[in-house]
């Protein structure tokens, strides 16, 4: 049996300690084979790949016709739109539909509630359209038109509590909707946790340009957007764009010295401390400004090379959620970067719905992060005294 066929053998893995009893020849070297290589999730990134693309079809149509009355309060004030529901729905659709024999569990951000009050009827049967026309105009899954009810059911697939047992679908429908109601970045981001581990992660970034956003090469002759980035354990990062074009391997940035880096971070002040990441960037001797988008699409970039680090400092006591992480740390590590809390300790996302964190979440290359590590330790020390 060669390599490739006995890794397509393996598609669990209570299968590998199969191949550990006494065997023939050939499948004791099998055996050894598999114990040290990753498993393979192909299928299920064809699937994830599929169902984000999907998602930024209809995220890219509500976008161009946004009006200000799509935009619905919820009780933690953030806007959420026709979009975020609608993504979810055909999300959550699409792997139920992918994989229908499989248990199904999916932690994703939004739930029905609101859309089952009184008065929300109009907004549902708006949602329910816009997931019908985008399957239809695929046509991938071959489907019946699905009632509100079924549009309902769909979003509530994502009521998992995730967890460090079995697998589990993180899904932010739309991460970043501040930057998609003001018409800037977001991403769908789409991951897969197995026993508690990340093991892929998608995100569809619908406004992010092919080409470089940071430093000369943001010039470049390359106008066009939407980027899909994928990553699997053990198998890179990859970036296509969302019209379908060949898949490309991408790296994070190789610089070595830090005041040649620049640094991303949020687009709202309001979701990370700017005067703690400037006294960071200071110590670093970064001369570049801060490029401050919206989403994961930072993480997207920042696997690409596009800038070197990622610096990201909520309040005290908010609680950051596996969603908005799960997809992005994945393609930034298998890029070759590092994805650490702001005590250098790697993200759990085996805990639940949220991250368990030390005062924030830092990204960079290898070469860069120990000097990294050093400059945020001082400058928390620093903040905390001056208070
Ligand atoms: N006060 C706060 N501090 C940090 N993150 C916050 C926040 N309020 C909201 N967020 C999160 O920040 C995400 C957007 O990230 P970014 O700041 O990188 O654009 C939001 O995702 P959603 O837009 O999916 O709700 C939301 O989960
Ligand atoms: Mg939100
Ligand atoms: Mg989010
Ligand atoms: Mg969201």
Avoid at 60 to 74: E, G, I, M, R, W
Wanted: net charge neutral; hydrophobic share 40%; glycine share 8%.
């Amino acid at each position: 049996m060669t390599i490739i066929s006995c890794l397509r053998t393996v598609s669990k893995p209570s299968l590998i300690s199969q191949f550990s009893k006494p065997k023939p020849k050939t499948q004791q070297s099998c055996s050894l084979v598999v114990s040290s290589i990753v498993m393979s999730y192909d299928k299920e990134l064809a699937a994830a790949k599929k169902a984000a693309s999907l998602a930024a079809r209809l995220c890219l149509k509500v976008q161009k016709a946004l009006l200000q009355s799509d935009v619905q309060s919820k009780n933690d004030k953030s806007p959420v739109t026709v979009a975020d529901y609608g993504s979810q729905a055909l999300v959550s659709f699409a792997l139920q539909k992918e994989f229908p024999s499989e248990p199904f569990s999916l932690v994703a951000e939004e739930d029905s509630k609101d859309l089952r009050q009184d008065g929300a009827q109009e907004t549902l049967e708006r949602i329910t359209k816009l997931v019908n026309d985008t399957l239809a105009s695929d046509g991938a899954y071959n489907t019946s038109t699905l009632s509100t009810e079924d549009v309902i059911r769909a979003i509530d697939g994502g009521k998992s509590e995730g967890g460090s047992h079995g697998r589990h679908w993180v899904l932010d429908p739309i991460d970043g909707t501040k930057g998609f109601v003001r018409g800037d970045q977001y991403a769908i981001a789409l991951a897969l946790l197995d026993e508690g581990k990340v093991v892929l992660g998608v995100l569809a970034c619908p406004n992010l340009p092919l080409a470089s956003i940071v430093g000369d090469n943001q010039h470049s002759s390359n106008n066009e957007v939407g980027c899909l980035f994928f990553a699997q354990v053990g198998a890179g990062t990859y970036m296509q764009s969302l019209s379908g074009s060949l898949p490309v391997k991408v790296q994070v940035t190789a610089i070595e010295n830090s005041e040649e880096a620049s640094f991303f971070e949020s687009y709202e002040a309001a979701h990370s401390n700017r005067d703690l990441s400037s006294l960071i960037a200071k110590k670093l001797g970064v001369k570049a400004p801060p490029v401050r988008i919206d989403s994961q699409a930072k993480y997207g970039a920042l696997s690409r090379g596009d800038g070197a680090i990622y610096l990201r400092f909520p309040r005290k006591g908010y609680r950051e959620k596996i969603w908005d992480h799960a997809a992005g740390s994945i393609v930034v590590t298998e890029a070759g970067g590092v994805v650490t809390d702001a005590a250098g300790y790697p993200l759990d996302f085996s805990k639940g719905k949220h991250l368990n964190l030390q005062a924030g979440i830092i990204v960079t290359n290898q070469k860069l992060m120990p000097a990294l590590l050093k400059a945020v330790k001082e400058s928390l020390e620093e903040q905390a005294s001056s208070l």
